[in-house]
C-alpha cells in the first residue's frame, strides 16, 4: 500500500519564479494538508483540501494557493518565490478527526 | 493561542539507555496528540498516535503518555539504539471548530551513541 507520495523531491527555483509542488494522498484517504518546515524548525501548517475546497488555512500569504482534484491528490502553488520561501514541503493525508495524519518524504525547495 | 514546546532541543546518550523526550502545550483542548520521527532531511514517521480519551500508547520499545490537564506529553524510548538517532517531533490537533491542522513543536534531536 502506497503512502503518501509527493514530486519532485528536489527543487531549485530563482527568486520571482513560480513553483507547484504535487501530493498523492495515501490510499483510503480524502483529506490533504500542506506543510512548510525550515530548517531546524517544527512544521507550520499552511492549508488544508477536503472534497476540492480550502477548508482551513495558516498564516500564511496569498502567494501560497492551492487545489484538490477529484482523485484526492492535490498541488501546491507558490508565485513570486522569495529567498525566505526556501524549505522542505510536507504533504500529509488523513480521513476522520480521529485518525493520525501520513506524511511524505517532502520536496525540498531552494529559491537562489 | 496553542503553543507546543519540546524540551531538550538536543539530546545525546550511550546506547542501551532508556531515556524520556518531553512535549508540552498550552491549550488542553486538543482532539488528539502524535508524535513523529523525522531523519535528516526527510518526512516525518507517524509513531503514535494518543486520543485526548486515553492515557499512553505503547508500540514496541515506545511508549507514549499524556496528561491533557497539565498539558504534557512523554515519549519513552527503552533501550536505545543507533538506529533511534534522530529528530522527535510532537504535534497536537485542536479541538477548537473542525481544525484539521496539527501544530508541532520544534523538535528533539536525539543521537545515540555506540
Known amino acids: 500500500d502506497a503512502g503518501v507520495t509527493q514530486s519532485p523531491t528536489h527543487l531549485i527555483k530563482t527568486r520571482g519564479q513560480q513553483v507547484t509542488l504535487r501530493c498523492s494522498p495515501k490510499?483510503?484517504?480524502?483529506?490533504v494538508s500542506w506543510y512548510q518546515q525550515a530548517l531546524g524548525q517544527g512544521p507550520q501548517f499552511i492549508f488544508q483540501?477536503?472534497?476540492?475546497?480550502?477548508?482551513q488555512r495558516g498564516n500564511f500569504p496569498d502567494r501560497f494557493s492551492g487545489h484538490q482534484f477529484p482523485n484526492y491528490s492535490s498541488e501546491l502553488n507558490v508565485n513570486a518565490l522569495l529567498l525566505g520561501d526556501s524549505a522542505l514541503y510536507l504533504c500529509?493525508?488523513?480521513?476522520?478527526?480521529?485518525?493520525?495524519?501520513?506524511f511524505g518524504s517532502g520536496t525540498r525547495l531552494t529559491v537562489v | 493561542k496553542q503553543e507546543v514546546t519540546q524540551i531538550p532541543a538536543a539530546l545525546s546518550v550511550p546506547e542501551g539507555e532508556n531515556l524520556v523526550l518531553n512535549c508540552s502545550f498550552t491549550?488542553?483542548?486538543?482532539?488528539?496528540l502524535q508524535w513523529f520521527r523525522q531523519d535528516p532531511g526527510k518526512g516525518l514517521t507517524s509513531l503514535l498516535l494518543?486520543?485526548?480519551?486515553?492515557r499512553e500508547q505503547t508500540s514496541g520499545r515506545l511508549n507514549a503518555s499524556l496528561d491533557k490537564s497539565s498539558g504534557r506529553s512523554t515519549l519513552y524510548i527503552a533501550a536505545s539504539q543507533p538506529g533511534d538517532s534522530a529528530t522527535y517531533l510532537c504535534?497536537?490537533?485542536?479541538?477548537?471548530?473542525?481544525?484539521?491542522?496539527?501544530?508541532f513543536g520544534q523538535g528533539t534531536t536525539l543521537q545515540v551513541k555506540p
Open positions: 494518543i486520543q485526548s480519551s486515553q
Open positions: 491549550d488542553s483542548a486538543i482532539y488528539n
Open positions: 504535534a497536537v490537533r485542536p479541538w477548537s471548530g473542525n481544525t484539521g491542522k496539527l501544530i
Open positions: 500529509a493525508s488523513g480521513t476522520g478527526a480521529r485518525y493520525g495524519y501520513t
Open positions: 490510499s483510503g484517504h480524502d483529506t
Open positions: 483540501y477536503y472534497e476540492e475546497e480550502e477548508r
